[in-house]
């Protein structure tokens, strides 16, 4: 049964400075559903940090609604917010020690005691996400003895431990090769479906998302636009997404040709 | 796990280490005295000299619990920095928390003079001295994060750490132009640091002080952990930053500006226990990381201080020349093997 689990209601996005309100995107209605892999495309500095830094409660949006789970995000306890929303990030982990297994465990974080004991359960959901993952056989390697590529299925399988019903990744893809790439698409869309949690990330590969994912948000200057890729294929969403004579979208192929 | 089963025999080994030295440092120093009448003493007996009685109670014993408190102290004040800071480097001396602690206690033993006589008093009480030396610490541990939160780099960090300690070098030097001879002997011995001179009072108050700051780290083991994988990760784990990271900078100000007011600014333990605890129990678990720091931290401050008086010598070498002797290699050694810092 398809839920929804985050949806956006006449959402403003941009912010406030001394020099006055940047607004970057308006009237955005935007509705994650769950079982679903949704991908988050759009040119560099086009915003798509700051749509998802809001619609994670991290920002404050100028005007409108995210709702999760049918609740005003700003309204979560940011423990009850840990235990509906998780994050993967692109940022460089800080010098540690951490094993994989350990790594894993800290996405039990929001439900553990003060002095982080795992208890059996969460023993056992550490070690769901890490089959899922499959990186068992990581378990107690160091987390910088590991590739590129393993790490990215390290923080993906922490945030599945965090149990959470929608999981959001900034650019997990960025510094893989193609076939890591590929590999971690269906990955994400294999866990959306075994688990009806919905995944949302943004990426800059769009041939691969056109393939796999199951809806699409493209962000260009005039407008956002959430549809399925076939649906965006042939109203002619992509070609809108660069401003640049010389790259154009096939609408056969599904793909950017350079002219 | 097979883990555990190492940790615990680690801890065992810890434990009995600990007691060891403690019990060394008691029985261990110019004057002879042997271990059956250090016993006896310690047990409430008589010894068969009751000199050796008084140096067993109101000399050793002392010093060897300051030992103990300085060292736990500092060591857990550095490994709470290291992870607040994401800087393997980080410790109490390094960052110059010890020398914000040595200018307020200048300003209070060096400008005394400058006070109404009633308020010099209260100065150079043993609450005064903290409460400066506190204040001093807390001060620069402010100035450090605010100038980490612009510097991201770990090298910069430590270089601000460096200038705020020439920087009170300098404003000591300027102190002891209007000091009399008195103050600056009285600094100067303060300074180099020292174990001992504590009365059991005195070791009331530093008790009170390093108990509440262990608490607090104790409070932040959760929030330490989450911070492994740095502030966002945390903060998406549903930790609340800005309280955890206040009662974290109170925790480590409490701490080292305590035990530098009593002890003097110490070098290098806090910088150099967390490691080697990390070290030893190859892990990032600050549960684990806690208890063994605690217990490293005790131990090589006791053996630091057996040092400093090795029996049959007349003299006492200043606590400060020794744990530099084993520190500044330590430090240079993780410079070396960088990659893998922890």
Known sequence: MIRSILNTSNLNIGYKSKKGVTTIAKDLNLNLDSGKLITLIGANGIGKSTLLRTITGIQKPLSGNVYLNEKEISHYKPLELAQNLSLVLTEKLPPSSLSVFELVALGRQPYTNWVDKLSNEDVVKVQEAMQLTQIEHLASKKHFQISDGQLQKVLIARALAQDTPLIILDEPTTHLDLLHKVSLFKLLKKLTHETQKCILFSTHDIDLAIQLSDEMIIMTPESIVQDQPCNLISNGSFNNLFKDEHIIFDAEKGKFIVN | ?????????????????????????????????????????????????????????????????????????????????????????????????????????????????????????????????????????????????????????????????????????????????????????????????????LSWPTIGILTTCVTIGLLLSAKSIKPLNALLLGENYAKSMGLNFKQARLVIIFATSILSGAITAFAGPIAFIGLAVPHIAKLTFQTSNHTVLFWSTLFFGSIIMLFCDIVSQMPGFEVTLPINAITSIIGAPVVIWLLVRKRNFQ
């Open chain 2, 1 to 197: 796990m097979a883990n555990k089963k190492r940790n615990t025999i680690l801890f065992v080994i810890l434990a009995l280490g600990l007691l060891l030295m403690f019990f060394a440092s008691i029985s261990l120093g110019s004057v002879m005295i042997p271990v059956k009448d250090v016993f006896t003493s310690l047990t409430g007996g008589h010894a068969t000299k009751s000199t050796w009685e008084y140096i067993i109670i109101n000399y050793r014993l002392p010093k060897a619990i300051t030992a103990v408190l300085v060292g736990t102290g500092l060591s857990i004040s550095g490994l709470l920095m290291q992870t607040l800071f994401r800087n393997p480097l980080a410790g109490p001396y390094v960052l110059g928390l010890s020398s914000g602690a040595s200018l307020g206690v200048a300003f209070v033993i060096l400008g005394a003079g400058f006070l109404p006589s009633f308020l010099s008093v209260i100065a150079l009480s043993s609450y005064g001295i903290v409460l400066a030396s506190t204040a001093g610490s807390t001060l620069v541990l402010l100035l450090v994060l605010v100038v980490s939160q612009r510097l991201r780099d770990t090298m910069a960090i430590l270089i601000v750490g460096l200038m705020f300690g020439s920087f009170t070098t300098a404003i000591v030097s300027v102190l002891t132009y209007f000091s009399t001879a008195e103050q600056l002997q009285k600094f100067t011995f303060w300074s180099m640091g020292s174990l001992g001179n």
